[in-house]
């Protein structure tokens, strides 16, 4: 045979032939696309179950009679020194790390010293922002009246500390979070620019001074969140997107009867936040008549109202705050 007979190729056959190479072109094409897909999309978006079906009111209520029962907690006091410790122990009996922010500050009564409680997740992530959930675990100093706070500092530290429980069934999630327990929100006699929001005033002092608000994605603040009939107002001055997200999750967990727009500002531990620019909007319900008197007592609370904040907020942190 001559070679070139043994190269002639028949023309069906030469079709055949490039219509196989057509094949393997178009698959390798295809596999191309897929792996520049596959590539390009970037991380999936991560997805944290559903922990708002895993908030217990009752757990939160719980919670918040224990606090009630160290008495009154004032700044500097030893009831709230021991409530302290046991904030402290309930934290880490579910895997947190706390720290202690120890400062001590002018007021109308002299120097105080002061204890923020600061909680991460161990392997919190290093390069993620955090979001922050805040409450106040002080009670307002009264000379003449026996003021324990179930509501006004107790219902809030409660349900933050039934919201770690929550948290730590989900490490992914936790990571991401950083709960913090103010000391003295309340002012000795009234709220000034120096009297009043201690404990709130220092923490962001503090992360203005080492630069690390950039640190923050935004926060939650709790206060006053277990009186029984329920309407949690959000002041005008709320970070925008955060109040519509509010109520977007409220609406989903069908609660948003409870929620409403305030027609005045609060001034509370959020504003030394959003002064450094952290968007933390303040989850309160104000209309609460035992405000301040010693009818502030855990017969005025119910679950059903820690759990609709705390589910709301889990809610609030599993679907939206991270996207
Ligand atoms: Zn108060």
Redesign the pocket.
């Known amino acids: 045979m001559s070679p070139s007979r043994k190269r002639r190729v028949a023309p069906n056959q030469l079709s055949a032939r490039w219509r196989s190479w057509g094949g393997y072109a178009l698959f390798a094409a295809a596999l191309l696309l897929l792996v520049a897909f596959l590539f390009f999309r970037g991380p999936r978006r991560q997805t944290y179950g559903q922990p708002w079906l895993e908030f217990s009111g009752e757990k939160a209520l719980a919670q918040t009679q224990k606090l009630v029962d160290f008495g009154p907690r004032p700044p500097g006091s030893t009831a709230l020194k021991d409530a302290r410790a046991y904030i402290k122990e309930e934290l880490e009996k579910v895997g947190w790390q706390v720290g202690l922010q120890t400062f001590s500050d002018d007021t109308p009564r002299g120097k105080v010293t002061f204890v923020n409680l600061i909680a991460r997740w161990p392997n919190e992530l290093s390069r993620g922002r955090l979001f922050l959930l805040c409450s106040?675990y002080d009670?307002?100093s009264f000379d003449s009246i026996k003021f324990v706070?179930a509501n006004?500092?107790g219902s809030s530290t409660g349900a933050l500390l039934e919201m770690a429980r929550v948290l730590s069934l989900h490490p992914q999630l936790a990571a991401q979070v950083e709960l913090v327990f103010f000391d003295g929100?309340?002012a000795f006699n009234g709220f000034t620019k120096t009297d009043g929001l201690y404990g709130s005033r220092y923490f962001a002092k503090q992360l203005k001074k080492n630069g690390a608000a950039k640190r923050y994605r935004g926060g939650i603040l709790w206060?006053?969140i277990g009186d029984r009939d329920l309407t949690i107002t959000l002041a005008p001055d709320s970070p925008a997107q955060l109040a519509r997200d509010i109520f977007t999750a409220a609406e989903a967990l069908k609660a948003r009867s409870h929620f409403t727009y305030a027609t005045s500002n609060t001034l509370d531990d959020h504003n030394a936040l959003n002064e450094i620019s952290i968007p933390t909007i303040d989850l309160i319900d104000f209309d609460y008549p035992p405000?301040?008197t010693a009818g502030d007592t855990m017969d005025k609370l119910s679950a059903e109202s820690l759990q609709t904040v705390g589910a709301v907020t889990a809610y609030y942190l599993a679907e939206m705050a991270f996207r």
């Open positions: 106040h009670t307002k706070g006004d500092g929100e309340e206060d006053m405000w301040h």
